[in-house]
């Protein structure tokens, strides 16, 4: 199954370049069995990092400036582009310093590093844009999608949309105005208009954390209130004898130096276990012993599991007791907490004494896949006799039904004691603190702004908003935008008749549930509007596209310091402006503060300062940790020169790096050695003293059984779990895939893509060509139904189709197919078939659980495609919403 990386001998010195290399020469070996990897090689020289005139090797001239690499592939990077006359010319990555493991450049990978590619793009947005079929009084929202475009002026673009928003509220009443801002609606800069305006209907969802959204803080297990820090951090990683890795692929999902931090721990011996349906381009890197596991079968699993821990104990001590009773409440009759029922625990739940089923390995083995060998083998391999990290991306997560999946990860690790000391470490760990947990040690700063509420409270979960706008209800269970505090509530159906949808950013018709239902519920509106700068799928289905500048094109700013938007805990990128805004785009503050002006609201209750002022702010308000590992001081000396040349308000202020060095560098990073004093070990305090160091919870303990968790799910009402983890069959999972006569038999996945961060990038023409986006298929299943490698195939759910080349392998189990998540929908208008293969055109509405998404689990048919062929995504014109000449 492996790629040649993994046959390397263990006393080869391996450095970051022929890693690289070991890695991109696997590229070829998915079709064969092997995996996939992809990065791009080092380049540029040190001479140019400052920010001077410099002269590059093949003769060109120009100032290196650091440019933003903002969009959410999971972390980053240092990003440096060579301009010249205002022009860029080349880019580059990291050389501010000599590469090593300890010390690790950061480096861009081959998206961030084709991103001058993108943001000179032939299909940028030039223009404001109106849907020629839509005016005011006849909005004729049958067309969207298929009608033609044509270009108008900005006033005329920004009083249609004030206008359609004021004629929405006055009519309907500001609930009548859904915003959906991506990530965050309550945070982007429509929201301050749209909020001094009387309000507007929230959008949420639990996209990116699934079930780890909510689960791991009502458990306990979401150390210093943060699901990313439940595990040590990179150094700690290499005292691992055994590492398990479950539903993760950082080379592809966690950018930087995360799988660089992999390879250490490989390096120092470490064992690693790979539990996923597809064995993937890290597990094949890692020389991972592969556990195949069907998609939405990991609670059936891990149930196994410890029923084989359970078994196995009283011979081979697989089981730390003492942490078990020390530590947690629920296990067993004997540790539950005060007054609850002690049938209701969970040694008792797996061993079947109740309801007379042992969740044992055969069980186990028949829903999941696994086998019974496997499943012991994971039993062992878990013991607490070895050091063990027991890990886990949120892939597993972003299934209906799983609620109480990371409670079991939890319980799982903690069988094992594999919490709160060196070498053991059990929890979720994505994105950018992938293999390194730890609070940051450079921490964002704030621009100042005052936040602007939403007098509406009206919140709409992402599995049921396109119904919500079709059949005019929906389940509110609390005010705030996605993922905040009060969202999880107690259910009440809800009326609600939306007139308006306005997308201020993200890509959510294409990114959420039921794109097919979404394209309905966009049909049937008054008025869609898009900030885009590409003609995106929200942007497609829209009447008023106005095109909006990318990072490149804004004054500065920073990426980094959150544990949620940066490559690592230990870096910060400071990015300035690398061009001009380019064509007609506008930044989007000045969006919002134009539509206010058109509302009659005061543009100084929107934004009461510039976005210089905003900027400098951040700076001054940057904090790094001091070399004591504790105390947080200013990060950056500002002088008062610093401030004269910004043209802002400030004092003067005495940091750790000045201004001038972190500008010219374009990142500030903690360097690190193995007896620093910024090491971490997750949740120490508590495990050494569980009486002095509670967790947040009623018992202060991890709450195998949490009667909070199962009162949160079962008061929103979509679903119902126990306070203990059980195995529940997923709403599309294989029960239904494996059910005599079913039309679908086969799952589908939707792995993260190299070609894409997310949906962004999909129209990069070099990345294109690289990564061609086919439909994985196991060979097995494939021959089966006639396909053979490169046939275009048609895989179809209850919910839609879309047809894609077929890649086969035997990386993917059987009754798996992975389709690449993020691609953008291109609707056949006759068929109803897409051409893209986006995969959420195969997914529904289906509300459940803490409102998770069901993007790893579908249930499908794959069929040869007897249609035209399909052409190479590359060979595709661009998407234009402009005609020729303009």
Known sequence: MGSRCDALDEGVVLDRRMFVRAGTATAAALAAGGSLTACAPRTGTAAGSKGASTTVANGEEGVWVTAACWHNCGGRCLNKVLVKDGKPIRQKTDDTHDDSPDFPQQRGCLRGRSQMRQVLSEDRLRYPMKRKGWSPDNPQGHLRGRDEWERISWDEALDYVAQGIARAKERYGNRSILHIGGWNSGITEMSRTLGLYGGYTEYWNTNSFGSWTKTPFLTGFAQLGKWDQTINDRYDLRTCDTIVMMSMNPAWSAMGSQTWGYWQAKKAGARFICIDPFYNETYSLLGAEWVPVRPGTDTALLLGVAYAMLEKDPVDQLIDWDFLKKCTVGFDAGMMPEGVDPQENFKDYVLGTYDGQPKDQQWASKICGASVEQIDMLAQALTKQKKVAFLCGMASAR?????????LIMTVGAMGGHMGKSGHMTGSTMHCTSGNGGPALIVAGSNGLPDIENPVDDSINANEVWDAVLDGEYTFTGPGSMSSAEQFGTGVRRDIDIHVIYHSGGATLQTSDGMKRGIEAHRKVDLVVSHAQFLTTNARYSDIVLPVITEWEKFGGFSGGTLVHSSNREMMIAYSQVIEPMYEAKGEQWIATEVAGRLGIDEKAVYPFDEKQQYFNALASMRVCDADGKTYVPAVTITQEDIDELGVEGSPQEGRMTYRELREKGVYQVERSADDNYGYIAFKDFVDDPD????????????????????????????????????????????????????????????????????????????????????????????????????????SSPYGAVVRNATLTAALMPGVVALPHGAWVDVDEETGIDRAGADNYLTGQVPNGQGVSGFNSMICRIDKYEGDSLAADVSQPPRMAYGEGE
């Open 692 to 795: 002095a160091h509670p967790l947040d919870t009623p018992s202060g303990k991890l709450e195998i059984h949490c009667q909070a968790l199962a009162d949160m799910v079962n008061g929103m009402g979509f679903s119902k779990i126990r306070p203990i983890p059980t195995y529940i069959p997923v709403a599309q999972g294989y029960e239904k895939a494996a059910a005599e006569g079913s039309q679908y038999p086969l799952q589908v996945i939707n792995p993260h893509y190299l070609r894409r961060a997310h949906s962004v990038f999909d129209n990069v023409d070099w990345l294109r060509e690289a990564w061609a986006n086919p439909v994985f298929l196991n060979r097995d299943d494939a021959e089966s139904v006639g396909v053979a490698d490169g046939d275009a195939v048609l895989v």
């Open 399 to 407: 299934v209906h039904n799983v609620d109480n999946l990371p409670q």
